[in-house]
């Protein structure tokens, strides 16, 4: 349940949410970094705007979840991802958090162009 409820949240992300400010201001915790797939560190507005700027973005298509829980209510999410052709083949990692009323906000996201094999 819990490892289906956090892919929903994170393929948001993968489609028409990710042009959503609210949305993303919302999933998006305040103390957000993500380390992109070119390798660069980016802040939360830096990746708000950047996603808010996009004009069409490729299909997502996401597998191969697994979930680990660091500690209670900290959950590390591992998966692949591709576009919907099969290229930009990468492996993605998000740390997710759980506040006291019990919503879920990305913490920290990570994507890794995957080799052959990966």
């Known amino acids: ?7 929903l949240l994170e393929c948001s992300l993968h489609g028409e949410k990710r042009n959503d400010r609210e949305w ?22 830096e990746t ?5 700027s996009e004009k069409t973005a490729s299909p997502i298509i996401s597998s191969d979840f697994r979930l680990t829980e660091m500690a209670r209510g900290c959950i590390m999410l591992h998966y692949r991802t591709s576009y919907a052709d099969g290229s930009r083949p990468a492996l993605r990692s998000s740390c997710w958090l759980c506040s ?15 080799g052959c094999g990966a």
């Open 100 to 114: 006291e009323e019990g919503l879920w906000t990305l913490v920290f996201h990570q994507g890794t162009p995957a």
């Open 48 to 52: 708000i705007t950047s996603l808010l």
């Open 24 to 45: 993303l201001e919302r999933l998006l915790h305040p103390e957000f970094r993500e380390i992109t797939r070119s390798g660069v560190m980016v802040e939360r507005s």
């Open 1 to 7: 349940m819990l490892l289906e409820n956090l892919r």
